[in-house]
């Protein structure tokens, strides 16, 4: 296919146990009471997938506010997990942020975070969470770059962060990218560094891919109407759902 996804699997379950099924269970009964309502929801259907954004004070943390709905409605689509239909905003020093397996953040702007924050993301990966950080200039050269790439450094040290390679397990996940991330319409429209990134980049915590990181705009490229998606010539987000199944096994 023109997106490199060549097979899918449809009625995909998730496995009934795993690291981060037993990681979550621990982390329910811990915290039981602390949540607001929405959280609360989430936690009582732990085996759903929730759509987690993250909430920083430097930078524009609420762009592209339909990625929720089309990611939501891809994993309904393609899979059997269920899904919570709420977005959860979260921030990186709350004490629920482990009841997530998956983080979505992005923004065009400056990235930084109080050591609190960096606290709370190592915790969060050194849990089995996964932050899927989307740079919505697409500019390896830009602030939320340069200001992200900074941030990560300081929490888990410098070099951390390599390119993924193309035969890394969140290519196969779900459906099969063999040349890598699938491009985006938005790499080549006149904004940002006019390159097509081949590569995400992504740190690991014990075998466990803990943060990734794209270049890409993901953000933008999902950011529409899912009702509008039966228009689309391919299903852009497709490569959403194997972030999602990754996170979620």
């Known amino acids: ?44 259907t732990r085996h759903a997938f929730t759509f987690a954004r993250l ?18 409605d891809a994993v309904v689509q393609y899979t059997d ?10 921030t990186a020093d709350s004490a629920e942020l482990l009841a997530f397996p998956f983080l979505f953040m992005t923004g065009h702007k400056l990235v930084r975070f109080s050591e ?9 990966v050194e849990n089995g969470g996964l932050l899927f950080s989307d740079d919505c200039n697409h500019d390896v ?17 410098p070099g951390r962060m390599p390119k993924l390679p193309r035969t890394h397990r969140l290519y196969s996940s779900f459906f099969e990218f063999p040349d890598g991330p699938p491009r985006t319409s938005h790499e080549l429209n006149g904004w940002g560094d006019n390159v097509v990134h081949d590569y995400l980049r992504g740190v690991e915590h014990e075998g466990r891919l803990g943060v990734l990181y794209s270049n890409k705009d ?13 228009f689309r010539r391919r299903d852009n987000t497709r490569f959403g759902v194997n972030v999602v199944v990754y996170a979620m096994t």
């Open 116 to 124: 609190a924050e960096r606290r709370g993301l190592v915790r969060y």
């Open 141 to 157: 050269n830009g602030l939320y770059a340069k200001s992200f790439e900074a941030e990560m450094d300081r929490a888990f040290g």
């Open 81 to 90: 997990i269920p899904v919570n239909q709420q977005e959860v905003v979260i």
């Open 1 to 44: 296919m023109a997106d490199g996804s060549t097979f899918e699997r449809p009625g995909f379950t998730l496995p009934p146990a795993g690291n981060r099924r037993r990681f979550l269970a621990s982390v329910c009964g811990a915290a039981a009471g602390l949540l607001l309502p929405r959280v609360a929801h989430a936690r009582d």
């Open 55 to 72: 909430r920083y004070s430097s930078g524009d943390w609420d762009y592209n506010p339909k990625v929720c709905a089309n990611l939501l």
């Open 218 to 230: 993901y953000g933008c490229e999902w950011d529409y109407d899912w009702k509008n998606k039966r």
